[in-house]
């Protein structure tokens, strides 16, 4: 069966600080991967998708950036961290190029002070 | 971009049946999903239609219309346990390939 992995589930970090979280799928090849955040009170907005190594897209601008060394890894970096970039960052995997559902890691709760 | 909107909360009683609407405007429309997901936890998948009609999956249902760009999920007796807020996701290809759009959510509070 597949998996997915997030780490860390929670991180407090200074401003100005680097960022980065790691999200890896098992039991599955070639998946559609994706980062979500989710601001406190509101709704998942998708950051950055990749449907291969290599492969990313972004559908917003922003101070984060993400890159897929391996099939089944997905990293969200940021050089220098703001206040706005506090959240709750989700990754998740969908499989094929059909309508299919999108499976959830579960989460790294971001703070940055 | 996407329109999604959901009502921001409902409350309903514990036993009694209550459906969460969901409207949406998109181009590139290839379905819609709705996802449950508790406080400080990650959403997890209930159901999805892609086509125009009623889908049932135990408590839950879905339905869909296409023409009227509208949604909503049913649950039947209601549990405690069913606290919890529900996205509604419209899955498009409006930006170049086939992601998932979500709506903000609605928070559901089950009363005893």
């Known amino acids: 069966s597949q998996t997915i992995h997030q780490w860390p589930a929670t991180l407090v970090q200074p401003v100005g600080s680097p960022l980065s979280l790691e999200c890896t799928v098992e039991g599955t090849s070639n998946p559609n991967l994706y980062w979500y955040r989710q601001a406190a009170g509101r709704g998942l907005q998708l950051l950055f998708y990749?449907?291969?190594?290599?492969?990313i897209s972004s559908e917003v601008p922003q101070n984060l950036s993400a890159s897929r060394p391996q099939d089944r890894q997905f990293i969200l970096s940021s050089k220098k961290l703001l206040l706005s970039d506090s959240g709750f960052y989700l990754c998740?995997?969908?499989?094929?190029?059909?309508?299919?559902?999108?499976?959830f890691g579960q989460g790294t709760r971001l703070t940055v002070v | 971009g996407q329109n999604i909107d959901q009502p921001t909360e409902m409350t309903a009683t514990e036993g009694a049946i209550v459906q969460i609407n969901c409207t949406y405007q998109t181009s590139g429309f290839n379905g819609l999903f709705w996802y449950q997901q508790h406080a400080g936890e990650a959403p997890t998948f209930l159901s999805y239609n892609v086509l125009d009609g009623l889908e049932e999956k135990g408590r839950f249902s879905s339905f869909l219309s296409r023409s009227k760009g509208y949604s909503y999920l049913l649950l039947k007796e209601l549990q405690m346990k069913d606290s919890a807020s529900y996205l509604c996701a419209v899955f498009s290809d409006q930006t170049g390939a086939n992601n998932l759009f979500f709506g903000t959510g609605t928070r559901l509070t089950v009363i005893p």
């Open positions: 990749s449907v291969g190594i290599g492969q």
């Open positions: 998740a995997w969908r499989g094929g190029t059909g309508v299919t559902e999108a499976f």
